[in-house]
């Protein structure tokens, strides 16, 4: 226990492996189905672990595989793997003893990128406030226009707006619908909150917190900050831009669409690419073009300390200026006139130069597995998967259980991957007494 607290980002492997056990053995359970029948051990493995990485893949048709018990329990599932596993336990602890430990706010402060302890406490309040505040906000929405334009029950339009909530802010993907948001693609009532709600839980706590405390002076954001404020900002319009020009004539998407109804369909579909999850527009027909765009997408993410996977914001563009200081010959990295420590440029090389590692193993042991698959199918879906972003082409489903287990180990990977290395990096970093002599192999 001392090594753990010593260095406590070592427990956030282990808290996501029990809710995930735990998960898995009750989706088990013939109460979870609505055939009432146990449920294989891969099958509600790969749910569980899907629901807790909050990912939203699914190797089940959801709506009609699971009932109310087992929807319920992936909604939990999920809210906890977004909120963070540590994260939760620490605000139940709060809620309850009115206290906050040494040790849960070293949890804490592992778990969502902070690293101070003394403001754990309102820390936790105010991501308490803003998850839940955002989720009720969207349900809100989400159930009104499910009531009062598409005449659902009051019942059925509150349990439809909440579930869909909560999966869009923790990124997750799950839908209560076979075609997913498909159906919705038009209505911004719908798919514009569910969208932004993606957005916001996509930024992370840390860089939301200070944009929304240093709105009117931008200029006194961190680095850190405004790498992924206005990288999500680029990554967003990019996108959008890139899909809507991709499908604009394609008749198995938008093409049939009016203008709004195609800006609307792009713009949705894009903020829920990134880590989302959702189908607006049904991904398996989409163009050849639109594909690597949405992988590149997928595989950075959102931002640290977020619901979201991927590689991450902050660190995509942190390499962007590594290599543009490099071509220019410059001795040093500067971003918004602050010079970028090697240690951290080193740590968001490794983290990169891993994730790619993991996701061309994945690629080449999906096709391996699968007859009849194709390149950009396979990379879609490992991609899908270690972003913990839960798009996919139908592959999934097809996949024999050997690949539905190696889907599942890259998606606890990806949730927990990056954070628990980059953590680690950084609270482990050691300072040597001494210096070897300086050497310059050849480059390239």
Same mark, same amino acid.
């Given at each position: 226990?001392?090594?753990?607290?010593?260095?406590?980002?070592?427990?956030?492997?282990?808290?996501?492996?029990?809710?995930?056990?735990?998960?898995?053995?009750?989706?088990?359970?013939?109460?979870?189905?609505?055939?009432? !029948?146990?449920?294989?051990?891969?099958?509600?493995?790969?749910?569980?672990?899907?629901?807790?990485?909050?990912?939203?893949?699914?190797?089940?048709?959801?709506?009609?595989?699971?009932?109310?018990?087992?929807?319920?329990?992936?909604?939990?599932?999920?809210?906890?793997?977004?909120?963070?596993?540590?994260?939760? &336990?620490?605000?139940?602890?709060?809620?309850?003893?009115?206290?906050?430990?040494?040790?849960?706010?070293?949890?804490?402060?592992?778990?969502?990128?902070?690293?101070?302890? =003394?403001?754990?406490?309102?820390?936790?309040?105010?991501?308490?406030?803003?998850?839940?505040?955002?989720?009720?906000?969207?349900?809100?929405?989400?159930? =009104?226009?499910?009531?009062?334009?598409? !005449?659902?029950?009051? =019942?059925?339009?509150?349990?439809?707006?909440?579930?869909? #909530?909560?999966?869009?802010?923790?990124?997750?993907?799950?839908?209560?619908?076979?075609?997913?948001?498909?159906?919705?693609?038009?209505?911004?009532?719908?798919?514009?909150?569910?969208?932004?709600?993606?957005?916001?839980?996509?930024?992370?706590?840390?860089?939301?917190?200070?944009?929304?405390?240093?709105?009117?002076?931008?200029?006194?954001?961190?680095?850190?900050?405004?790498?992924?404020?206005?990288?999500?900002?680029?990554?967003?319009?990019?996108?959008?831009?890139?899909?809507?020009?991709?499908?604009?004539?394609?008749?198995?998407?938008?093409?049939?669409?009016?203008?709004?109804?195609?800006?609307?369909?792009?713009?949705?579909?894009?903020?829920?690419?990134?880590?989302?999850?959702?189908?607006?527009?049904?991904?398996?027909?989409?163009?050849?073009?639109?594909?690597?765009?949405?992988?590149?997408?997928?595989?950075?993410?959102?931002?640290?300390?977020?619901?979201?996977?991927?590689?991450?914001?902050?660190?995509?563009?942190?390499?962007?200026?590594?290599?543009?200081?490099?071509?220019?010959?410059?001795?040093?990295?500067?971003?918004?006139?602050?010079?970028?420590?090697?240690?951290?440029?080193?740590?968001?090389?490794?983290?990169?130069?891993?994730?790619?590692?993991?996701? &061309?193993?994945?690629?080449?042991?999906?096709?391996?597995?699968?007859? !009849?698959?194709?390149?950009?199918?396979?990379?879609?879906?490992?991609? #899908?998967?270690?972003?913990?972003?839960?798009?996919?082409?139908?592959?999934?489903?097809?996949?024999?259980?050997?690949?539905?287990?190696?889907?599942?180990?890259?998606?606890?990977?990806?949730?927990?991957?990056?954070?628990?290395?980059?953590?680690?990096?950084?609270?482990?970093?050691? !300072?040597?007494?001494?210096?070897?002599?300086?050497?310059?192999?050849?480059?390239?």
């Amino acid at each position: 226990m001392r090594r753990f607290l010593r260095h406590p980002v070592r427990l956030v492997p282990f808290g996501f492996l029990v809710a995930i056990a735990i998960g898995t053995g009750l989706l088990m359970l013939p109460w979870a189905t609505s055939a009432h !029948h146990y449920t294989p051990l891969v099958t509600a493995l790969f749910t569980a672990t899907s629901a807790v990485s909050v990912t939203g893949m699914a190797v089940t048709d959801t709506p009609n595989y699971w009932n109310g018990f087992g929807l319920v329990m992936i909604t939990v599932l999920t809210q906890l793997g977004g909120l963070g596993i540590l994260t939760g &336990a620490a605000l139940v602890s709060l809620a309850v003893t009115r206290q906050l430990g040494l040790r849960n706010r070293l949890l804490v402060q592992a778990e969502t990128a902070e690293y101070g302890t =003394g403001n754990i406490r309102r820390l936790l309040i105010r991501i308490a406030g803003t998850v839940f505040g955002c989720e009720v906000l969207m349900t809100l929405v989400v159930t =009104g226009r499910l009531w009062l334009a598409y !005449h659902y029950p009051p =019942g059925r339009a509150l349990w439809y707006g909440t579930f869909h #909530s909560v999966q869009a802010f923790n990124n997750g993907g799950f839908a209560l619908y076979s075609d997913g948001l498909v159906g919705f693609s038009r209505d911004p009532w719908v798919s514009l909150p569910l969208a932004l709600g993606a957005i916001v839980g996509g930024l992370g706590f840390p860089a939301l917190f200070e944009a929304v405390r240093q709105w009117r002076r931008p200029v006194r954001w961190a680095v850190a900050t405004k790498l992924t404020i206005w990288g999500s900002v680029v990554l967003l319009a990019a996108g959008f831009v890139g899909l809507l020009v991709a499908e604009w004539g394609n008749p198995l998407t938008i093409g049939t669409f009016d203008m709004p109804g195609k800006v609307l369909a792009s713009f949705s579909q894009i903020a829920l690419s990134r880590t989302g999850g959702f189908d607006v527009i049904n991904v398996g027909r989409l163009s050849e073009e639109s594909y690597p765009l949405l992988i590149v997408l997928m595989f950075i993410g959102g931002g640290s300390a977020s619901t979201a996977g991927g590689i991450k914001v902050s660190t995509f563009f942190l390499l962007a200026f590594v290599i543009w200081a490099e071509l220019r010959g410059e001795p040093d990295v500067i971003v918004g006139r602050r010079r970028i420590a090697a240690s951290s440029q080193r740590q968001a090389l490794t983290v990169a130069l891993l994730s790619v590692a993991l996701v &061309a193993v994945g690629t080449i042991g999906v096709i391996a597995l699968t007859e !009849h698959v194709l390149f950009y199918e396979s990379l879609f879906e490992v991609t #899908s998967a270690f972003s913990t972003t839960g798009l996919t082409v139908g592959l999934t489903s097809r996949l024999p259980e050997v690949g539905q287990l190696m889907l599942t180990a890259l998606m606890y990977i990806g949730r927990v991957g990056p954070l628990t290395l980059g953590s680690a990096i950084a609270l482990n970093t050691r !300072h040597r007494l001494y210096r070897y002599p300086k050497e310059q192999p050849v480059v390239g």
